[in-house]
């Protein structure tokens, strides 16, 4: 393999550091240019939510700046959307509620793009429920939790009035590859948390657990609701887990 020559690594370098700083030559101009909008874009279609806060200028400011501070190592479409949500933690003074928003629709937009198959429950209600010591139970592959200080209604977003106020989301992907963001109780967040803490926990086990804390909580109910939802997954002690 040939070693790039010197004077075209140079050459290369100057381009690339001509590019960031906003040029005024016409030619280079026209390379930032290009550059910027499709950073924009990327922010646009990634964190359409946020970009509802900000004017068009804004976003502009956003992504010259990112551009000129932020060096992208891997300049895929995701890879920029990620690289975007780290300048903005480090580098941008924003607002914390805006700053969560920003990591909200990057959790969402990460669990669409996920490489990872979500498991299926192929028994019955009716098997489960009368053998639960013959399953396990695990939360969805590509769940991940959230707290934000807003609500999530189709398109909008409503911030609570108080700094101190905030909700728990579970965001994941269905197998049918739609993503979804379900507002949780705080009694749904401990039994998540409990199943992610105790892999291949058995349903019996777990329904065991949660009456020693609360006797009238019906889990299996709880159980059967969020299998459905397909935010927790049912499996066969017997069957292979991925």
Not at 105 to 132: C, D, G, K, L, Y
Not at 140 to 168: R, T
Request: contains cysteine.
């Amino acid at each position: 393999m040939l070693n790039t020559p010197a004077t075209m690594l140079t050459e290369i370098e100057l381009f690339s550091k001509a590019i960031r700083q906003q040029p005024k030559q016409k030619s280079t101009r026209r390379y930032h240019e290009f550059i910027c909008e499709n950073i924009v874009g990327v922010i646009e279609n990634t964190f359409p939510l946020f970009s509802g806060t900000q004017s068009a200028d804004d976003l502009n400011q956003l992504a010259n700046e990112f551009i000129y501070y932020h060096s992208a190592t891997e300049p895929e479409f995701h890879q920029i959307a990620t690289e975007f949500v780290q300048f903005i933690q480090n580098k941008v003074e924003l607002m914390p509620r805006l700053l969560k928003l920003i990591e909200y629709e990057w959790v969402t937009f990460n669990a669409e793009i996920a490489m990872i198959r979500t498991n299926e429950t192929h028994s019955s209600w009716e098997e489960i429920s009368a053998q639960p010591n013959a399953f396990t139970l695990s939360c969805n592959a590509v769940m991940q939790l959230i707290e934000v200080p807003f609500l999530v209604e189709e398109d909008a977003v409503n911030f609570l009035s108080k700094d101190e106020d905030s909700v728990v989301y579970g965001v994941y992907r269905t197998k049918e590859n739609i993503v979804v963001s379900q507002k949780l109780r705080d009694i749904d967040v401990a039994i998540i948390q409990l199943i992610s803490q105790t892999p291949k926990i058995t349903l019996a086990k777990a329904e065991q657990h949660i009456h020693t804390h609360l006797a009238e909580f019906n889990f299996m109910y709880w159980v059967h609701s969020f299998t459905q939802n397909q935010l927790i997954t049912i499996q066969f002690l017997g069957d292979k887990h991925d």
